[in-house]
């Protein structure tokens, strides 16, 4: 399947997104440091099952825009974008799945706006109050080393860059626990993707906005309306399997599946069972 490409105007940002299928709508975002090749497996088998999906490149990643400086990358902006990509492509409302970055985005879309989300899929990324706590938590906080060396300007994009992004490429061949889950073409596109100009820096201004403004996005935390599905890869280095289920308060209509054979890539590690809990959660009425 070839996914048709296009590009959305969303105000103060542009997104390249591929979509295919007709039918109601899901909308897939990719987290850190991937595009939207990462729904490869998914998206098929979501077009089968009659359902129209979008999958964009999150702002500054790949083929979409990259607004230049910090302020251009918090949460709320993020999730605007999610919101005015949803009415952009003519809805009112359509099921969102995130992993990783894509996930926080999706939480917090969730939360900023109820209307338009009617179902949330996440994918080995915690609610955000679990991510906060986790920051407390000795074992996650040396998992998450990475997220403070991501606030040092220019050094981080030195050491990602060096050697042709030869750390990147060294984990996406070393984590996944299936073999080949992300091939040599995958890690290639994956590389190409963060060579392009400002797009290094874009996706690290992620983790640079979030932790300048830890507090006014734990403020902003609402209870989640939409029914929630959690797909959690046991076999995660980067977040313990410990922050995978959000309290009740901020979640109630919660289902959470642990997969103990599958890394943070859980998506490519097993499709086909990540494919079989979507398409059951979003054939629900």
Sequence with gaps: MNPESGYADLGDVRLHYVEAGEGPLVVLLHGFPQTHRMWRFQIPALVEDGLRVVAPDMRGYNLSEKPKGVEHYGVDGLARDVERLIAERGEQSAAVVGHDWGG??????????????????ILNVPHPSRFMDGLTMPEQLLRSLYVFFFQLPRLPEKTLGAGDFAVLRAGFRRDPVRPGAISEEDVEHYAEAMARPGALTATINYYRALLR????????????AAPTLVIWGERDRFLSSKLAEPGPLWVPNLRVERLPDASHWVAEDRPERVNELLLDFLREP
Aim: positive net charge; glycine residues 6%; hydrophobic residues 45%.
């Design 104 to 121: 926080i985005v999706a939480w917090f879309a969730a939360m900023r706006y109820p209307e338009r989300v009617r179902r949330l899929g």
């Design 213 to 224: 403004s830890p507090r006014r996005a734990q403020v902003g935390l609402k209870k989640i």
